[in-house]
C-alpha cells in the first residue's frame, strides 16, 4: 500500500472533511484499492460508494513489515495500515488481531467481511461494538484444507454466526444454512456485484495467441472442487474444438493436481497463470466464446457473477449454488461427458451462444449490479448504525 505525500501517521481520530456523518470500519480484507480477489474489489466499490453517499469510511489494509500502524486518506476514505512480518495464512491471523484492536477505537458500524477470524468478534463485542459479518461461503469444505484448519474454520463460522449482530449471506443458500442458528430477522441476503461490460481491447487476447471469440475461458483457483480436471478432459476429447484458457496460478512441478491437468490438457489448453490487471481479464471474458464455471463450493461465486457481467454464454457445474446464480438461461455439466455435451452443442449451434449470452446480461442486470448491491448494504449499515445507538 501507497502512503501520502505527508507521511505516515499514528492512528488516531477519522480523517473526515468535517468529522460528521455515520461511520463504519470495514475488516476483514487485505486493503483497498483492490488488487486481490473478490471481497478486497468489494470493500473498494462499496468504500467509495459510502463516502460519496456522506458517509466516514475507514477500511484496514494489511501492509508488509513491522512498527506501528500508520494512515493515509484515499478517495475520502480513511485508509489504516498495518504492518505484518509475517506471510501466509499466520500472517492474515496476525493482521486480523492487529486490526481487530484498533478498530475497538472506531465508532459506528464495524463490517467484517468473511468468518476465517470470527473468535476477533469477541474483541469488538467486549468494546461494545456493533458487528456485521459477511458469512461468505462454506470455506471449510473446501477439499484443500487439512483437518486442523477444517475445524479452525468450522469454529470460527460458529463464533461469527453467534457473536454478530447481523449476518450477511451473499445467496440463499447461505442464508438457508445460517437460518439454522439464528433467527431470520438477523439474516441479510444480499449477493456480490460485478461491472456490466460493454466493449474491450484485444491486446491481450491476441497476446496470448488467441483470437477472440475462439476460446473457452475459465478463472479460478486450481483446486480439484473447481472441476478444473473435468473441464481439461472435456476440452482434450474434442481436438477440433475451441481452444480452452485457464487462468489462475499452475504449479505443475511442485502440485501433483497440477501435475495431472498438464497431463490431461490437449496442445490448445493455455495455462497463462494468474493475471490481476483488471482490464485484461474484463477483456478475456469480453472476447470468450463461453464461459465455463466449475466451482462446486461456496455461495454467489465473484468469477462466475463477473462472467455474467461481460455477456458471457455460461456453462456451469450443476449444483444448488450455480443454478441460483446463473439461473435457466445457462448450460450446466456434472461430470466430463456431460461438459463434452455442452461443447457439442454449443459450437454445432451459434444461435445458442447468443441466446446463452443475452440471458446471461439480463441476469446480471436484474440482480448483479453494483448499482443494486450497493445500496442494499448501504440499507443495511444504516440500519445497523440505529441499532448501535
Known sequence: MTRDAAGPTRVGPALTRDGSGPHVAILGTRGVPAMHGGFETFADHLARFLVAAGWRVTVYCQATGSGAAHEDEWNGVRRVHVPVARGGPAGTV????????????????????????????????AAGKHVVMNMDGLEWQREKWSLPARTWLRVNEYVGMKTSQRLVADHPMIEERLRLFRPATAITMIPYGADAVTQAGTQVVTALGLEPGAYYLTVARIEPENSLLSIVEAHAARPNGKKLVVLGSFEPGTNEYHAALARAAADTCLFPGPIYDKDAVQALR????????????????????????????????????????????ALYFSDTATLVGAFDALESDPSLVSRLAGAATERHRARFTWEIVLDEYLTLLTRALGAAG
Do not use: C, I, K, Q
Open 94 to 125: 496476525v493482521f486480523d488481531a492487529r486490526a481487530a484492536f484498533l478498530a475497538t477505537r472506531d465508532e459506528g458500524v464495524h463490517l467484517v467481511l468473511g468468518y476465517n477470524t470470527a473468535v476477533l468478534n469477541l474483541v469488538l463485542r
Open 286 to 329: 469480453f472476447h470468450a466464446f463461453a464461459y465455463v464455471h466449475g466451482h462446486t463450493v461456496g455461495g454467489t461465486n465473484p468469477s462466475l457473477v463477473e462472467s455474467m457481467g461481460a455477456g458471457n454464454a455460461v456453462v456451469a457445474h450443476d449444483n444448488r449454488f450455480n443454478r441460483w446464480v446463473a439461473g435457466e438461461g
